[in-house]
């Protein structure tokens, strides 16, 4: 699915089963929980933090899929809600990415 249609089918839903948007600053607070939501299933899968119930590893993963697209939901409400065009705003991110840190990223010897 393209970053666009993303946005125009959140959109359908947002109005139709969603109601309405929730403010931006109520969907930034939801954001920043959906994001603690990941880290701490990143932090027990792939970092030092154990799972309290053991049994939950088996299902973290599909966790975390779904986590991950509860903030791609949430930030894509925001970007419609502030006019943000997503494919726009990351084909520009890469072209400054690319300018800026080709050459860095070549010479960090961390990366080698």
């Known amino acids: 699915m393209e970053l666009a249609l993303a946005q125009k089918i959140v959109d359908e839903w947002i109005t139709t089963i969603g109601v309405r948007y929730y403010g931006e600053l109520t969907n930034t607070a939801i954001l920043m929980e959906e994001t603690g939501e990941v880290a701490r299933l990143m932090a027990r899968l792939y970092g030092e933090q154990s799972f309290k119930n053991p049994a939950d590893e088996n299902t973290a993963h599909d966790q975390l899929a779904d986590e991950f697209a509860d903030v791609l939901f949430v930030l894509i409400c925001l970007a419609n809600q ?31």
């Open 82 to 112: 502030t006019g943000v065009d997503l494919t726009d705003a990351l084909r520009r991110n890469l072209e400054k990415k690319t300018k800026r840190d080709t050459q860095r990223h070549r010479d960090n010897p961390k990366l080698k």
